[in-house]
């Protein structure tokens, strides 16, 4: 097969979806069953080697990003940039299957297959800016129109697709996401140079990692955490990691307050190597999210032998399966209460650790990549 893959993702630093697209392309890169691949970047049509992507594949990823064109900053402009550059430069590679791995599915005169991760600008419009809510509402109709083949990271996220574009359920297919071998269960020793240079100490901190906006439930999670007894919150203080989103004035203001009495760290982004080590080192991962098309972080704080608190709605069953403490997200009583149960029982902490070790390891990106090759087989007529 010949495949033409959308690269627009790889920007420093990887998002969910720039570490998706890293790890198909590396894939596909290495499938016996691809003839010949290659790259889209802002429209253009390149070779793969510009990637130069080898075991440390996600670094190489970052370096060459930071090398390639530089990317228009307004996206009106860039998105007719994009689509006047791949229509010029596609119209010779008709016989390709054009995978877009990010939402955006540029026209195109062959066949062509879209990765749509989740629908909350269509769901739950209040957790994006009124801007990208326009956008998508006005431009993903067009996108599933144009598509031969729809992918998505899960039965639930598949079932909304169906619902809301009323599309025949044989051409969207459910393609669980997987998780990198780095993130497992890291010892003491492994991790203490992360910690003391964070002022952390193995087994003693409750983690969460998402951009502070409003889908990922900040306010409720800070709600939570101060209903926790005073001593656990002392024992196990809040970290969080990841950078300052959009409508989090509010949250950042409450969580500076915890800071002040020693119960949180607040982090930032933190390199992959660091992360890694974080995820390891906590004794509770909380990441009661409103609303998920897959929940990756979940997943790889199963594969890091921490036990997890998440949400009892959309995807997150599906991932979490039997081995997470799952709660009504919108429910802070019954969040403080499973949290509460978590920290001051060891046994139960260590029942669902065994438990989300063994459930990680159904999740795999040779299996990913294997189930989006059946895909593009289908489309080829195989």
């Excluded at 970052?62 to 006047?84: D, I, N, S």
């Excluded at 997943?299 to 009504?328: H, K, Q, R, W, Y």
């Excluded at 969040?335 to 065994?354: I, M």
Aim: hydrophobic content about 40%; overall charge negative.
């Amino acid at each position: 097969m010949k495949i033409l893959i959308d690269i627009d993702a790889l920007t420093p630093p990887l998002t969910g979806i720039g570490y998706y697209t890293a790890k198909l392309l590396k894939g596909l890169q290495e499938a016996d069953d691809v003839g010949e691949l290659k790259l889209i970047r802002d429209g253009n049509i390149i070779e793969p080697e510009v990637l130069s992507i080898t075991e440390n594949m996600l670094q190489s990823a970052r370096v060459a990003a930071r090398q390639l064109p530089f990317r228009p900053l307004l996206r009106w402009g860039y998105q007719k940039y994009r689509t006047m550059r791949f229509w010029q430069h596609s119209a010779g590679f008709k016989d390709f299957i054009y995978h877009a791995p990010n939402y955006s599915l540029l026209p195109f005169q062959g066949r062509s297959v879209v990765t749509i991760h989740d629908l909350s600008f269509i769901r739950h419009p209040e957790f994006h800016p009124p801007d990208r809510v326009n956008y998508w509402r006005k431009n993903i109709h067009r996108v599933v129109k144009r598509a031969d083949h729809i992918i998505t990271d899960s039965e639930f996220q598949r079932g909304e697709i169906i619902d809301v574009f009323d599309v025949e359920p044989d051409n969207v297919s459910a393609i669980h996401l997987g998780v990198s071998g780095e993130f497992r269960a890291y010892s003491m020793d492994d991790c203490a140079t992360v910690l003391a240079e964070n002022g952390l100490q193995y087994k003693q901190f409750c983690l969460v990692v998402a951009t502070v906006e409003p889908r990922k439930n900040f306010e409720r999670i800070v709600r939570a955490f101060e209903s926790l007894p005073e001593e656990l919150k002392y024992a196990y203080p809040l970290v969080i990691v990841g950078d300052k989103g959009w409508l989090s004035d509010d949250i950042h203001q409450s969580i500076e307050r915890l800071i002040e009495k020693k119960q949180a760290h607040r982090l930032g982004y933190v390199p992959d190597e660091a992360l890694w080590r974080l995820y390891a080192s906590a004794t509770v991962f909380v990441y009661p999210s409103l609303y998920e098309g897959f929940g990756l972080p979940v997943l790889e704080a199963m594969a890091s032998g921490t036990a997890v608190l998440s949400s009892n709605s959309s995807s997150i069953p599906e991932v979490a399966g039997e081995a997470c403490v799952l709660v009504d997200p919108y429910f802070v009583e019954q969040l403080t209460d499973e949290w509460r149960k978590l920290l001051s029982d060891e046994t139960k902490q260590s029942h669902h650790v065994s438990m989300g070790l063994k459930r990680a390891t159904i999740f795999t990106w040779d299996k990913c990549v294997a189930e989006t090759i059946n895909v593009y087989k289908k489309l080829d007529g195989g």
